[in-house]
């Protein structure tokens, strides 16, 4: 069955410090993948993808993204994390790369502590 | 960056009566939209595709009967819960995709929220 998993329901960070948000997919198909963050009034917005060539994706924001195959995960990254990130996060997996017939995780909450 | 409206961004109701929601583009045209539901700390889940014109495709256990959807036009799409009941409370989101199948992105739109009394 095709599935997002992300294992972590809430994470807490102080701000300055590296984040890593972790995000495992179960497709059938070449796997086209999205993190997408959500603020409470404000509509999901796309922080990269990924579909083909380098597995190391960057993204707006500061983000980046990793593909592994091996591990069926694209886990999120930021070096640095600012207040303003804190925030929901939703990993999803689609059939295209305009994100047809998406599939979500449950979504990882992000605190940032000062 | 595109931009999808949608409207009312909250409503309360009472069980048994129809609440119309309505998803705009405002500055592309959306060839597509997509209705989605949110649970409490769960993911959002497809509940259906529109394509302008033509009917909507849904997912498999989204009645069709009680969401009605309907994308009349290249800028709104509007979804119909119908003889609301308290277990219809949810976050309810469209999205907007404005190329055609496999290329451009979806953009999202605030959500609205559908409290049944």
């Known amino acids: 069955a095709q599935s997002v998993t992300q294992p972590d329901i809430h994470i807490t960070v102080s701000e300055g410090a590296s984040l890593e948000l972790r995000c495992n997919y179960s497709?059938?198909?070449?796997?086209?993948l999205f993190w997408y963050v959500q603020s409470p009034g404000q509509g999901l917005q796309l922080l990269l993808k990924y579909f083909s060539g380098d597995t190391l994706v960057q993204g707006i924001k500061g983000f980046e993204a990793e593909f592994k195959r091996s591990q069926s995960s694209f886990n999120l990254r930021k070096p640095s994390v600012h207040w303003s990130d804190a925030a929901e996060y939703f990993c999803a997996v689609g059939a295209d790369q305009a994100g047809t017939a998406l599939i979500f995780g449950k979504g990882t909450t992000l605190s940032v502590s000062s | 960056g595109a931009v999808v409206s949608q409207h009312p961004s909250r409503v309360i109701c009472k069980s048994g009566t129809s609440v119309k929601i309505e998803c705009r583009s405002l500055?592309?045209?959306?060839?597509?939209m997509f209705w989605y539901r949110q649970f409490p700390k769960k993911s959002l889940m497809l509940m259906a595709t529109?394509?302008?014109?033509?009917?909507?495709?849904?997912e498999q256990g989204v009645e069709k009967d009680k969401f009605l959807i309907n994308h009349a036009s290249l800028t709104l799409s509007t979804l119909t819960v119908t003889s609301a009941h308290p277990e219809d409370s949810s976050f309810y989101i469209c999205?907007?995709?404005?190329?055609?199948?496999?290329?451009?992105?979806?953009?999202f739109g605030p959500g609205t929220r559908l409290t049944v009394l």
């Open positions: 500055d592309f045209q959306a060839t597509t």
């Open positions: 999205s907007a995709r404005r190329g055609l199948a496999g290329t451009d992105t979806q953009y």
């Open positions: 529109s394509n302008e014109g033509s009917k909507a495709t849904y």
């Open positions: 497709y059938g198909a070449t796997p086209y």
